[in-house]
Structure formats: C-alpha cells, structure tokens
C-alpha cells in the first residue's frame, strides 16, 4: 500500500472544479493545479489537508463563459500550519483577507505568498501577522488603508503592492525591520508625503519602484546611498528640487526614471556619467533645464543638497527675453555626452524630430568632462569617466528637448518652427495654409497643361497609323517573296532539275 504526497497538474488542459477526490489524500504535501482551465471557488475543506507545504491554485483561465476560481479565500487556509508557498494569482478572487490567514506570528509558516492580479479589496494589514514572510505580492488588486509593514519582516526580500489603491505614508517599520529587503514595488498607489532618510537601513534594496504616487518634497539624497541599488523609478510624483551629485555613488544603478515631476529644476549633474552599467535615463515632464532657468517651479534651496550655490535656481522666467537663458553649445547636455547624427520622430504630437542622445569616446568624454566650468565640469576626476563605447541600442538616454532647448530638433514636414523670446523653446505648427485663389489658379494650368499634351499624343497617334502601313507593307511583302523562293527551292528540287535536263537536251 501506499500513500500520494504530491499532485502535480500544472499547465495542463483540465476542466472543472477542483476536484473533490484530494480531500482524501490526507497525505498531500505538494498541491500545484496552475494554468489549467479550473474554476468555481476554493473548497473549504483544504483546510484539512493538514501536511499541505505548497498549494498554487495561479493562473486559472475557466472554461467556456465561466472564469476561474473566484468569491473569498476561506478561511480554512489558515489552519494549514505547515503551509510555506500560497499561490493563488491571476483569478478572479474576491472579498477581504479572512484574519485566520496570517494567525501564528514568528510560527507562521508561510514563506510566500502570491495574491497578485485579483479583485481582493479591504485592509492589507492581516498579513503582519505572517511573521517569516520570505516573499510578498498582493499587487494588481482594490487593497486600500495605509501599507501592510510588520515588525516581524526581519526575513522579507520581495514587496510588491504595485496597482491598488493604498493610502497614507510611506511606512518606515519597513526601513527598520525589513533590512535585507531586494525589491520593494509599491507604484500605482496614493501613497503621500516625503521618503525617509531612514531608506538607507535597507542596504540590500536592488529594486525601488516608487512610481505614479503621491509624494511631495525633495528625494532625500540617501536615496542614493543605497550600494546595491539597480532600479530606480520615482516618476509621476509631487518631487521637488535638484538631482544631486550623490547619485554617482550606486555603481550598479541600469534604470533611473525621473519622468513627470514638475518641481524637479536644475541640471543632470555630470557625475551621471560614472555610473558604468546605466542604460536607461528618463527625464521628462520635469523642469529640469541644462541652463538651471526652468519654468513653472523656482525652487530656492533644496533641502537634500549641500552647496546652495549649485542649488539654487534662478529667478522664474517669463516669455521675456532673458540673456541666462540660453546654453551654450558645450552645456545642453552633461559633458559625457552628445547628439548623434541620427534623428527620429517624437512619439507625442509635437511634430518634431529629435536626435539620438548617447555617450562620447571615452577620451573625448575625460577631455570635455575636465575642461568645463562650474556645476558642468568634473574637473579632476574626470579621468575615473568610465572607459565604456556604448552606442544608442546599449544605453537610452530619454530627456525632453525643453532641457537642452531643442537644438536637436527640427520640424516634420508641413510644420514650421516657432520660437519663445529667449530662442529656448520651439514648437511645430502646421505651415499657413496657400491661398485659395492661387490653388484655383495651379488647378487651372495644370488642367490646361494636361489636354495640351493629350492633344499632342492624339496627333502623334495619328501620324503613326498614317505611316505605318506604307513601310509595313514593305516589311511584309519582303517578308513573303523570301518565304515562296524558300519553299520553292526546297520542295520541288527534283522537277526543277528534270525540267532543266529536258531544255538542255532539246
């Protein structure tokens, strides 16, 4: 005799609802039906499968007009307490979570759990109680009230929670007890107020996505003392202030994504251009400009920056001419890079083509990097610029053409560019329209134009069928005398030769 431990039917094409034989396998210790065509809701009676360690129930697609599994999770789960991995993304689930699921504390098995793209809504804070939680995602549902965050997550290293509607602060329990934490994804949310300088205890934190929230204030600068740091997304925010020089320091930073702040003023700094492995950099909807006079925002001081001579701003451009206005070819952009020579069309309805923003030769990048003034220079530490040639597929340098006052830019045709008084910025307005009497007039002389010279091709016709039967009657008849002397000189050889016999003898 023996005894199933593990039902195993994942990615298959079964149909129905979960079947009621596992209820007698009191021995499972592994249940994974995901991707299959399941549906109905989550039977009560799991709760008594008592060794269950793994139950992924993700991903069910329904069969024909049903939808896969769908109403509450029952709080039966909770009196699973080996249970370590539950699965139960992408379906159709509804309702709050049931308070037995997290019941335990520090003796809460569960390792993770995935919640992910459902319709589950209420409080979050029933899984502080999971105390060894490993893993988290409850992204992509209704979840709402401030952000779940647990003095027992001394073990967390995934937070997700992106695309619910959570409110309130950013929860600083995560910066003191989820210290080891890799990834923390807490976008598409109203979450407000400013980032804690206490960011920094996450030392671990690979991944920050901040995004399409509400925060307000300056980026505190330890944003930037984060060693491990590899994604940094803040876009769609209240941010103000400047990028400060201290975002040289994450080595392995590859995406920094600053888009949509409109408070955020000054330069790109050129320490940017020390961090070897970037390879996407978005500055858009910002403020941002490479002579440091933006428009609307003039930000006086910011708080996260050390050298109020860098960062402050100056006085608030209007659409008068102003000489501190316009950059010089050297400062439209930070001194490690340049403009390609190819452009392409922008994908908003500016109607503009822009030019390509990449690297420069890693020599030319020391030399410019050394040899500019002020906030634009590195001065000697230029010669630590990277020895990197990256082309424009390698690294994607995304900055609207306000910051370097689309002097790589030019019009689609049919537009033609209007300048603001300072010669900074340019937009693309359809060509006036010609005159109609003008129109009427080409029409006409087009139209004359085309009968002159379907006359003549007329007259030329007829020329043609005048002529050509005198010299093809020629060709013809040539043609035919050629053929009878042939055909007679072939054919009757012999009588032609007996008929000559006969003459001569006579």
Known sequence: MFCLISSRAANSWIEGTIPSTLRRMHNLTRINLSNSYMYGTIPEWMGELQHLELLNLGT??????????????????????????????????????????????????????NLRANSLEGSASVLEGCGSLVQLDISSNNFSGPLPA????????????????????????????????????????????????????????????????????????????????????????????????????????????????TGFTGILPPQTGFLYNLQKVRITGTSMSC??????????????????????????????????????????????????????????????????????????????????????????????????????????????????????CTCLQGYSPVWDANGTIMKCVEAPAVDKRTVIMVSAISAVAGLALLAVLVLLAQLYLRTRPKWLRERIMQAKRRQVRSHTRHSSGQSTCSGRCLIQYM
């Not at 597929?393 to 609207?400: L, N």
Request: glycine residues 8%.
């Open 150 to 261: 647990s003095t027992l997550w001394d073990t967390l290293t995934t937070y997700q929670a992106s695309y619910n509607i959570f409110s309130g602060v950013f929860p600083c329990n995560l910066c003191h007890n989820a210290q080891i934490l890799e990834t923390l994804d807490i976008s598409h949310n109203r979450i407000q107020g400013q980032i804690p300088n206490t960011i920094t205890l996450l030392s671990g934190l690979k991944t920050l996505i901040l995004g399409s929230n509400e925060f307000t204030g300056t980026l505190t600068e330890n944003v930037y003392y984060l060693p491990g740091l590899k994604v940094l997304d803040i876009s769609n925010n209240k941010f103000v202030g400047t990028i400060p020089t201290a975002i040289e320091y994450p080595f392995g930073l590859t995406t920094a994504d600053f888009s949509n702040n």
């Open 291 to 408: 002579s440091g006079v933006i428009t609307p925002y003039n930000v006086t001081t910011n708080a996260s920056c050390n050298d109020p001579t860098r960062c402050t701003t100056p006085s608030l451009i209007s659409g008068e001419s102003h000489p501190g206005a316009v950059c010089s070819d050297e400062e439209l952009l930070p001194c490690f890079l340049r403009f390609s020579n190819d452009s392409m069309p922008r994908e908003d309805s500016s109607n503009m083509r822009c030019k390509f923003i990449m690297r420069k030769p890693p020599e030319q990048a020391k030399i410019d990097c050394a040899q500019r003034s002020g906030a634009y220079t590195l001065g000697n530490s230029a010669q630590y610029l990277p020895d990197i040639v990256k082309d424009s597929t390698e690294q994607s340098w995304i900055i609207h053409p306000s910051y370097y006052q689309y002097r790589g």
């Open 60 to 113: 069910m697609a329904g069969s024909g007009y049903t939808t896969g599994l769908n109403g509450p999770i029952p709080s039966q789960l909770g009196k699973l307490q080996k249970l370590k991995e539950l699965i139960l993304e992408s379906n159709y689930l509804s309702g709050t979570l049931p308070p037995q699921l997290c019941e335990g504390g520090d003796n809460n098995s569960l390792l993770l759990m």
